[in-house]
Every structure is written in C-alpha cells, then in structure tokens.
C-alpha cells in the first residue's frame, strides 16, 4: 500500500507537505505512510484516495490485507482463522447494489444517448438554458419546502436584486442562498476529485447562511445557554460523523452504479439520515446535482406544485419503509430526461 501512496502522490506532483495541508494531515505522517512505517486509519486511506485520484477498491484491498496480515501475524492458527473468516465473509457480504429493472435501464440508456447528442453544457450555445434551469431549480426547491415566491419573484431577486413587497426576509434569504448554493456545486464539479467533507457541510452552511443559528454555540452564558450548546456541539459532532460515513458509501459505489442511480441513492441516504437536519431536503437535492454534474450529466429538477411534491415525497417514503428504491430511481431519472430534452430543443 505504501507504493501505491507513493506513486500516486508522484504522479499528481505533490509534495508531502502539500499533501499534508491539503488533508490536515501531519507530514511526518505521510511520510511514514510511504515508507510503511506507519498504517493509515480508514478516514485517512478514505482521503488519500480521494485527493490523489486512487482507485478506491484498489486502496482499500491493499490496506485491508495489511490490517489483516498485521493482527494475524505468525500465529499458528492464522490460515485456519482465515479460511473461517473467508466463509462467513461471502456468505454475509452478498451484493447491495439494487436491481435494475428493464424499464429504468431504457430510461437510463435514453438519458445517456441524449447526453451524447448534447455536448459540452458549458458552452455559449447552452448557457441561456442552463441559466433557466438554475432559476427553475432555485424556485421549484424553495417551493417543496414552503416558500411562496413565485417564479418570477425568484427571478427579480436573483437577477435584479429586487425586495419583493410581502414577502419575508426568510423567503429572500432563502433564494439567494439556494443561487449561491448552485453556483458553489458548479464550481466544485468542476474538479477532478470528489467532493470532501467540508465541501457538503459548505453546502449546507451556504443554504443556511442568515437563517440557521449556525453560530450559536458561541456566546451562551447561562446553564440553559450550555445545554443549547452541547446540544447543537452534538449535532454538528453527528453530522461530521454522519458526512464521513456517506462519502465512504460514495466512494465504495461510484464506480458500481449508474451515475444517475447513485445520485438519487445518495439523496435518498441524506433524506432518510436527517444528516443536515434544517435543511436536509434543500441539501440533500444540491448534493445529488452535485453528483450528476461531477459525471457530466445536468441539474435534476423535482418540482414543487401539488401532484409533484406528493410523487416525490411518497416515492422516498417507500424507499424509506419498504425499501423499494425503484420509483424514487425513475423519478430522477424522469427528471433528468426531462432537463437534457432542454438542451436539445432548445
């Protein structure tokens, strides 16, 4: 594995104290990391591979063989111990990836030609639809969430930075930070490498800028200012924990699925785990776009008017009680269809 660390780091141009203070990680460590004086933890492999574009199956393997070769060792036993373990481990890890029917894999292979056909989103050709979806996206996911700005108030205050009479400051806040939201995850797809912890957490920092307490641990004096505190200390304690946990899912399933299937499943994971709490729903979409943009594909759009958000919200319960990811799936994938025919009808 230590080769494999070093290669990759070579191979990109890093220096290990650019590798260090890229991942907050101590040089003296990388460097032992290298030399195979020292094993990595898990999160740190996790953030290696990330960084240094390492094949995620490939790193893990190397890395679990030595944790096992390390807590065997020379005992006698070890090769029996083994073969047990080997046993139970394939009849326990069978596979989880969810089946896919015939009538999304039509859907799925409609939505890839359609992306061929289109191009370069990025060009000057497409930017005035792009620009369109982002503002029907900002509005219709405000919508699901209660706000009642409409369409063309999202507009005024997003392109004309108008106050719009009636409406709350929440609203407003809520508009701006969702453009603003759209434009970081643009900017991050962008990238070669996958979003990373702080990224997703910037996501949800951004959505909530202005109207979550996010800075409310600081200056609380009494004992109820202290409770509130370790509280919200807790939550944010889970969320890193619960990020963490949802980026090794990522990685573990980013070469496995389809790019659209693993959008909808990553959104469905945050949506079910409550992972940003307020504002879980805004976020969990803004990562699942995140994912689609990151592979080439563009903004999903899950509109918010009556019959839509009822599709939308009963489809992830189903997924949530029964397990039954495959409505959930279309739906986005339904979406996404729906968003590229923009491009070439334009």
């Known amino acids: 594995m230590n080769t494999i660390l070093k290669n990759a780091r070579e191979a990109k141009g890093f220096k290990t104290r650019e590798v260090a203070q890229i991942l907050g990680i101590d040089q003296a460590l990388i460097s032992k990391f290298e030399s195979g004086n020292r094993k990595p933890t898990r999160d740190q492999v996790i953030k290696l591979a990330s960084l240094l574009e390492i094949d995620f199956e490939l790193i893990m393997i190397a890395w679990l063989k030595e944790k096992i070769l ?13 073969a047990a373990a080997t046993e139970e481990l394939e009849f326990k890890c069978l596979p989880s990836n969810p ?6 894999q039509k859907l799925l292979n409609e939505i890839d030609i359609l992306k061929t056909s289109v191009g370069s989103f990025y060009n000057a050709d497409n930017y005035p639809t792009t620009q369109v979806l982002e503002l029907e996206y900002t509005f219709e996911s405000n919508r699901l969430e209660g706000n009642t700005m409409t369409f063309h108030e999202t507009d005024l205050v997003i392109n004309e930075g108008v106050t719009i009479a009636g409406k709350s ?11 603003e939201a759209i434009d970081y995850i643009n900017d991050l797809a962008q990238k070669s ?3 990373n912890a702080r990224d997703l957490l910037s996501i949800y920092t951004i959505i909530s800028r202005g109207i979550q307490p996010l800075n409310a641990i600081k200056d609380r004096k009494n004992s109820k200012g202290e409770e509130e505190s370790s509280k919200l200390l807790s939550q944010a304690n889970l969320q890193a924990q619960e990020t963490d946990e949802l980026l090794i ?5 980013k070469n496995k699925l389809h790019p659209i299937v693993l959008a909808a499943e990553a959104h469905e994971r945050i949506f079910t785990n ?6 879980n729903g805004k976020t969990s ?5 995140l994912i689609l943009l990151h592979n080439g594909y563009v903004i999903a759009n899950i509109k918010g008017d009556d019959y839509s958000k009822k599709e939308y919200y009963q489809s992830l319960e189903k997924a949530q009680i029964q397990k039954l990811k495959e409505d959930f799936i279309l739906l986005i994938a339904r979406a996404q269809k729906e968003s590229l025919e923009r491009y070439v009808i334009k």
């Open 99 to 104: 089946k896919i029917s015939i009538k999304l």
């Open 274 to 279: 409550q992972t940003f709490k307020d504002g």
């Open 285 to 289: 979409r803004l990562i699942m776009n």
């Open 70 to 82: 390390f807590e065997v060792g020379q005992d006698e036993f070890a090769l029996q111990a083994l």
């Open 169 to 179: 400051m929440r609203e407003h806040l809520e508009t701006i930070n969702h453009q």
């Open 249 to 253: 899912w990522y990685e573990t399933k």
């Open 193 to 195: 490498t996958s979003a």
